[in-house]
């Protein structure tokens, strides 16, 4: 029994006249009529005291006003109104009369809406025969404060779908706290690929604004075009499979190159300068602007905007607030970054108070940021939570990306050793990165200016969808870093003075570990050039004893095959504790429980990459061996030229080449002490100096005697 007439519910008015929201001066006929003066498609008489004459008189006046508009007067909750006005319906809620006995008194040809919370309520009042479900309290609203759920723009979504499922076509708006700055989000988050809300129930955005007219205006131009934020998502979203998504990546990155998009970064007091640096590194163009009314113009330039809350206080709320809108209005692609979203009752707010201003493309966190921004509905109401005291496992935080950027419908990236990246729809798990990531300040906030630059320039004609241009901006940042992590990295300590270091805290000493394999007498007669392999090794462990760093030395059988040579003897005992020596062995490869389990390497105690640098006699067996295995478990390893050999010298080329294409990084010994250095102002400096200087000649005697015949 359903109504003939297809209605147009696209700017659903509901009236309230208390003074909370219409005001003291105002009467509700002049608003009602200036809202439809504005493009108000239906009404609905919303009284919640007065005596029933009273009703009914303003009922019947206000229908004079609706009829001339050619607009449906409902009345809410009173049958017995709408049956004395002659109207064209009633809305009714779960604890009003039922709606058989509404459909009985009113008949067939009046308008029935219901109110719908839940799956069940709203299948149960379309196969009763309601006309329009009215979906909601989508938003908390101090408009109804006895409202039994808050559902969200997911809990709509959910019962649009399941609606169309069970076959119904029943017309649906939805209802709470909805208003010009968050209506169009919520229509594109509400939206259910198989059934699309016929449009929105508003009450104090209309009834309480200044302009009735023109909010009404606004508000029915908003629902009636597509929004500028989801007008391109870009490319190819069935791209699916990991290799089709990696396969994308370079253009991505070529793209931002080609176009140098605009990373507006609204961020935190430590990273400005670094996170700059890195969009201009990736090839976007940064722009370091937290002051909100700029964003109106920046927005229009065809670049990105990074909302970082690192550095939280009112006035900078304030300030993204008013850039997100100006982003969503021209439709250009935003980030957020909840940096510490848990940590305060402060930034937990302003996760609520974000996510309620505008539409956020990407959505970027370590896991308690996530869980935090999960568990967050807009204005703070809790919403199936996900426990944020427990740690995830990898399965769990697939769910939790895949969940909030389904309810968001956006990106979700949860960063970490792994991270996990979703769209709702498809999630992936990105296994790249370096640990020392986690020990330099800011990366994770770069990471967010990194995305910026790729979804701006996709938007630009980058030709993916935005999901591949959020994997492609963080292959790049994890892959740089792998790269970077080497070169950069390895002298960190010795980078700063010791001033500085003091402000950054405890960066550890991430030098490269010498192993020193198998240099045993019995081998003196066999390999090439024995002798040099022996000065260099002696170079690197007292450099090494000097910079104190851990050294692991090797013997192969040593009962068979004796000692390690008599010349690196005092070394190893000198360098106390540091020195692993005597580690014997009968595996070729020196990747022995005594090292593997070494805290250097054992990746329970240390969460780090070991970078290690191998010496030893036979390159294309021992080192080779140990090279790889080194490798396999995701260490980085460098081989000193002027320290390997080989019984037959040609083995050696062909040992080296085989180690760099496995990853490998073949350098020399006196490259390796001053990386490990960095700076001449270290205190070990002048140590270190006297080391090189007493074997320089033991140097060049290495090099040309080894490094001659194989580089
Ligand atoms: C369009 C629309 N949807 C929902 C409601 C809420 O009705 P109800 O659940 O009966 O709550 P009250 O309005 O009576 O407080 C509505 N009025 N209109
Ligand atoms: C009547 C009603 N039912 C659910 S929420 C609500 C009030 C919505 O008011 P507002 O549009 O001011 O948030």
């Known amino acids: 029994m359903t109504h003939p007439i297809k209605i147009d519910y696209t700017l659903y008015l509901v009236t309230d006249s208390t003074l909370a929201i219409l005001g003291p001066d105002r009467d509700l006929y002049t608003v009602v009529e200036q809202a439809l003066r504005g493009g108000v498609t239906v009404v609905q008489l919303r009284e919640k005291t007065g005596d029933t004459a009273e009703l009914v008189a303003k009922a019947r006046k206000l229908h004079g006003i609706t009829k001339r508009y050619g607009v449906p007067l409902l009345i809410n909750d009173r049958v017995d109104v709408a049956l004395a006005v002659g109207c064209e319906g009633v809305h009714v809620g779960q604890d009003d009369m039922d709606l058989a006995t509404v459909r009985k008194l009113l008949g067939p040809d009046k308008i029935i809406g219901v109110t719908a919370s839940t799956v069940d309520e709203a299948l149960r009042a379309c196969e009763r025969g309601a006309d329009y479900l009215g979906i909601g309290t989508v938003y908390a609203t101090p408009t109804k404060t006895n409202t039994k759920e808050i559902i969200g723009a997911a809990g709509v979504r959910e019962i649009l779908t399941k609606i169309a499922e069970a076959g119904h076509n029943t017309q649906t708006v939805c209802i709470g706290g909805v208003n010009e700055l968050?209506?169009?989000?919520?229509?594109?988050?509400?939206?259910?690929?198989?059934?699309?809300?016929?449009?929105?129930?508003?009450?104090?955005?209309?009834?309480?604004?200044?302009?009735?007219?023109?909010?009404?205006?606004?508000?029915?131009?908003?629902?009636?075009?597509?929004?500028?934020?989801?007008?391109?998502?870009?490319?190819?979203?069935?791209?699916?499979?990991?290799?089709?998504?990696?396969?994308?990546?370079?253009?991505?990155?070529?793209?931002?190159?080609?176009?140098?998009?605009?990373?507006?970064?609204?961020?935190?007091?430590?990273?400005?300068?670094?996170?700059?640096?890195?969009?201009?590194?990736?090839?976007?163009?940064?722009?370091?602007?937290?002051?909100?009314?700029?964003?109106?113009?920046?927005?229009?330039?065809?670049?990105?905007?990074?909302?970082?809350?690192?550095?939280?206080?009112?006035?900078?709320?304030?300030?993204?607030?008013?850039?997100?809108?100006?982003?969503?209005?021209?439709?250009?692609?935003?980030?957020?970054?909840?940096?510490?979203?848990?940590?305060?009752?402060?930034?937990?707010?302003?996760?609520?108070?974000?996510?309620?201003?505008?539409?956020?493309?990407?959505?970027?966190?370590?896991?308690?940021?996530?869980?935090?921004?999960?568990?967050?509905?807009?204005?703070?109401?809790?919403?199936?939570?996900?426990?944020?005291?427990?740690?995830?496992?990898?399965?769990?935080?697939?769910?939790?990306?895949?969940?909030?950027?389904?309810?968001?419908?956006?990106?979700?990236?949860?960063?970490?050793?792994?991270?996990?990246?979703?769209?709702?729809?498809?999630?992936?798990?990105?296994?790249?990165?370096?640990?020392?990531?986690?020990?330099?300040?800011?990366?994770?906030?770069?990471?967010?200016?990194t995305i910026s630059a790729a979804i701006a320039s996709r938007k630009a004609g980058g030709g993916v969808d935005r999901l591949v241009a959020v994997i492609a901006a963080i292959l790049h940042f994890e892959i740089a870093a792998e790269i970077a992590a080497v070169p950069l990295l390895i002298g960190l300590k010795f980078r700063y003075s010791s001033n500085e270091l003091n402000q950054l805290g405890a960066l550890p000493l991430i030098p490269t570990t010498p192993s020193i394999c198998d240099i045993?007498?019995?081998?003196?007669?066999?390999?090439?050039?024995?002798?040099?392999?022996?000065?260099?090794?002696?170079?690197?462990?007292?450099?090494?004893?000097?910079?104190?760093?851990?050294?692991?030395?090797?013997?192969?059988?040593?009962?068979?095959?004796?000692?390690?040579?008599?010349?690196?003897?005092?070394?190893?005992?000198?360098?106390?504790?540091?020195?692993?020596?005597?580690?014997?062995?009968?595996?070729?490869s020196m990747w022995i429980p005594g090292i593997s389990s070494h805290p250097q390497f054992s990746s329970t105690s240390t969460d780090h990459t070991s970078d290690v640098l191998i010496i030893g006699i036979e390159s294309h067996i021992c080192v080779t061996q140990t090279a790889l295995d080194l490798l396999q478990h995701g260490h980085r390893v460098y081989i000193a030229a002027d320290g390997v050999s080989s019984t037959n010298r040609e083995e050696v080329g062909i040992a080296l080449a085989r180690m760099r294409h496995a990853g490998a990084v073949v350098t020399s010994s006196e490259s390796w002490v001053y990386e490990c250095m960095g700076d001449a102002g270290i205190p070990e400096f002048k140590g270190i100096v006297g080391v090189v200087k007493e074997s320089a000649g033991d140097t060049r005697e290495a090099l040309g005697g080894l490094v001659g015949s194989k580089i």
């Open 520 to 588: 045993q007498e019995k081998f003196r007669p066999a390999i090439h050039e024995f002798d040099k392999v022996v000065l260099t090794a002696r170079k690197a462990l007292r450099a090494a004893t000097v910079l104190q760093i851990p050294i692991f030395v090797t013997t192969q059988n040593r009962a068979r095959l004796g000692n390690t040579v008599s010349e690196l003897q005092p070394h190893l005992q000198t360098a106390g504790s540091l020195v692993q020596a005597n580690l014997d062995k009968t595996r070729f």
């Open 182 to 449: 968050n209506v169009q989000r919520i229509f594109h988050q509400c939206h259910s690929p198989k059934k699309a809300l016929d449009g929105v129930a508003i009450v104090s955005a209309i009834m309480a604004a200044p302009d009735p007219e023109a909010v009404s205006k606004k508000l029915h131009g908003l629902i009636t075009s597509e929004p500028a934020f989801a007008a391109d998502l870009g490319g190819n979203q069935s791209v699916a499979d990991a290799r089709s998504v990696v396969d994308l990546v370079p253009s991505v990155i070529k793209h931002v190159h080609e176009t140098t998009p605009l990373s507006h970064n609204m961020t935190n007091l430590v990273v400005q300068n670094i996170a700059a640096n890195v969009a201009l590194a990736v090839g976007a163009s940064p722009i370091m602007a937290g002051y909100g009314e700029e964003a109106a113009d920046l927005g229009k330039l065809g670049g990105a905007l990074v909302i970082n809350m690192g550095s939280v206080d009112p006035s900078g709320l304030e300030n993204y607030q008013k850039a997100l809108r100006a982003y969503n209005q021209q439709g250009r692609p935003v980030v957020y970054d909840p940096v510490g979203a848990g940590a305060t009752a402060i930034r937990r707010a302003a996760v609520g108070t974000i996510l309620s201003s505008g539409y956020l493309d990407v959505i970027k966190g370590n896991e308690g940021e996530i869980k935090t921004v999960f568990n967050t509905q807009e204005q703070e109401e809790q919403q199936r939570g996900v426990d944020s005291s427990t740690t995830l496992d990898a399965t769990q935080k697939a769910q939790l990306v895949r969940a909030l950027a389904a309810r968001e419908k956006n990106v979700v990236v949860l960063t970490g050793k792994t991270d996990f990246v979703s769209d709702g729809t498809r999630t992936f798990a990105i296994d790249n990165g370096h640990a020392y990531l986690g020990m330099v300040t800011g990366t994770g906030c770069t990471l967010g200016t």
